[in-house]
């Protein structure tokens, strides 16, 4: 079967950098998609990751080694506005997406 | 600057009662989704249309039926609702296939409560 996992919740600080843990597997790889879903808002795309090593956006950076199926979200500076669930989402070899449940971060004062 | 729509919002179902969620877009897209996103679980694939005149099967497919007559336009239809189908629906679009495809722009939502 194909499966995505990341944990449940975290908690960081406001200012601090928070790193954000996703496995996989799955049949295929056609690239791995970081999405942000505030509370009762729609997902919003934020990164995608295909090839191995880090891609840099801003505050938001993420990270992929096919190798291991694992992928990470950094998360710097830290402000309250990056409360939000996100979401780690894989491309299978039919281009169909599978999505993980989503990490909750709760960013503290 | 619409992007994807959904209508309506809020819907409270009694169980057996039919409904059709509406979506469209004004980006030109091909590609169009609905998910269903419930507690602890992923986003899951209801049914998809990769152009006009053409759906298919999505993960969860059970219960529901979609058209997509318009190229903007994708419905996602309840023929007798359950209170398994309470969830919030998400409407999705995308540009064309492949992998760009993975960059998919949502709706704001539909919450359905089915009683």
């Known amino acids: 079967g194909q499966n995505i996992d990341q944990p449940t919740e975290m908690t960081a600080t406001e200012g601090a950098i928070v790193q954000i843990n996703c496995t996989y597997q799955t049949s295929g790889f056609n690239g791995l998609f970081w999405y942000q879903q505030h509370a009762g808002e729609a997902p919003t795309f934020l990164s995608y990751n295909v090839l191995d090593g880090l891609e840099e956006k801003g505050r938001f950076s993420s990270f992929l080694s096919r190798s291991k199926g694992y992928s990470y979200l950094l998360l710097k500076e830290l402000q309250m506005k990056d409360s939000a669930s996100y979401l780690c989402?894989?491309?299978?070899?039919?281009?169909?997406?599978?999505w993980g449940a989503g990490t909750k971060l709760i960013i503290k004062p | 600057n619409a992007g994807v729509t959904q209508t309506p919002k809020f819907r409270v179902l009694k169980t057996g009662q039919s409904m059709t969620l509406l979506c469209a877009q004004d980006?030109?897209?091909?590609?169009m989704y609905w998910y269903r996103q419930d507690p602890g679980m992923g986003l899951r694939l209801i049914h998809y249309?990769?152009?006009?005149?053409?759906?298919a099967k999505g993960e969860v497919p059970d219960g529901y039926n979609v058209s997509r007559l318009k190229k903007q336009n994708f419905l996602l239809g309840l023929e007798s609702a359950a209170p398994s189908q309470t969830s919030v629906y998400f409407c999705?679009?995308?540009?064309?296939?492949?992998?760009?495809?993975?960059?998919?722009?949502f709706g704001e939502g539909s919450r359905l409560t089915v009683l």
């Open positions: 249309s990769v152009g006009e005149g053409t759906t």
């Open positions: 989402a894989v491309m299978d070899s039919n281009y169909q997406l599978i």
């Open positions: 999705a679009s995308s540009r064309t296939s492949g992998i760009v495809t993975g960059e998919l722009f």
């Open positions: 980006m030109n897209h091909e590609y």
